[in-house]
């Protein structure tokens, strides 16, 4: 071989090098999203309280035996029956939005945060035929804590953001709004026009709706997307698919961030810096 292609064969080789040094790198930031974040409920996680089980996802998610009937992807977590008080109670003018019961993802998410149970509390025990128990001898209990975050949002939702609510008073739904692969931009007439219209498409038959926030595809669902979450159940007794406003539409409870301490807890979707979250669907 010349010096030439020894040169060349050195550069491609270090080029590759730190292609494999980059790839590994991103995976270990990604890997940092959920492992040793506040929603790390494991022994070897920084939550509440101290966890004697090593697993980071069971607190959660289970491969087997899951509750098909959550609202979330094989849901290990007890549902909560608690009774709650929904923002609507206020009676504010300015809500437009027609409320359905509290449920979809925000159900799941409250299972832990409404306080009502421990937060150990499983369908399915992480082991060989471990089943249902508190696996943490039941001692992790959710307290309100002082600083910058609020684990603990009790069953008065009054005094935070409303959820289980139609996204922009309503007026979208699947005769209404124009589905495409493409997720072109709606041009439905909003019951609130004070919102940024959201983007549709279909996916397993089902419609879906989602807030671009210009992080990646303008056109595209991503996980840094405001999320909208399908329901046909608002008390408005029409009955009709609609996108609504839940706690997952905000936060991704995967996703520790990389903002700053306070958004790292929150876990939201995006920066919050010049309040980009919410000028993400409020036009103000």
Excluded at 31 to 60: E, K, P, W
Excluded at 105 to 134: E, F, Y
Excluded at 168 to 191: E, F, K
Aim: hydrophobic residues 35%; aromatic residues 6%.
């Amino acid at each position: 071989m010349t010096l030439a292609g020894l040169m060349e064969s050195k550069s491609f080789l270090q080029r590759a090098l730190l292609g494999i040094i980059a790839l590994l790198f991103s995976w270990g930031v990604q890997a940092q999203g959920i492992v040793g974040s506040v929603h790390d409920l494991s022994s070897g996680g920084t939550a509440q309280g101290t966890g004697t089980n090593d697993q980071v996802c069971v607190y959660c998610h289970t491969p087997h035996a899951s509750d098909t009937t959550a609202p979330a992807p094989l849901w290990n977590k007890t549902l909560g029956a608690a009774s709650y008080s929904q923002y609507s109670t206020l009676n504010t003018a300015s809500f437009e939005s027609d409320e359905a019961p509290v449920g979809s993802v925000s159900l799941a998410c409250l299972s832990c945060h409404d306080g009502t149970q421990s937060m150990d509390v499983v369908v399915n025990a992480p082991g060989r035929g471990m089943g249902a128990g508190n696996i943490d001898g039941g001692a992790r209990t959710m307290t309100n804590a002082t600083g910058a975050f609020v684990p603990m949002l009790g069953t008065d939702l009054t005094n935070d953001h409303p959820i289980s609510m139609q996204y922009a008073g309503g007026g979208i739904d699947t005769t209404t709004h124009t589905l495409t692969a493409t997720a072109s931009q709606s041009t439905v007439t909003l019951g609130d026009p004070d919102f940024v219209q959201p983007y549709g498409a279909t996916i397993n038959t089902n419609p879906v709706w989602w807030v671009n926030t210009a992080v990646g595809a303008s056109d595209d669902r991503q996980k840094t997307d405001m999320l909208l979450y399908t329901r046909n159940d608002a008390n408005n007794g029409a009955g009709e698919i609609e996108p609504f406003v839940e706690c997952g539409s905000c936060h991704d409870p995967h996703n520790a961030g990389t903002f700053v301490a306070d958004e790292q807890v929150a876990f939201l979707r995006i920066s919050n810096a010049a309040s980009a979250v919410c000028t993400a669907c409020h036009v103000k």
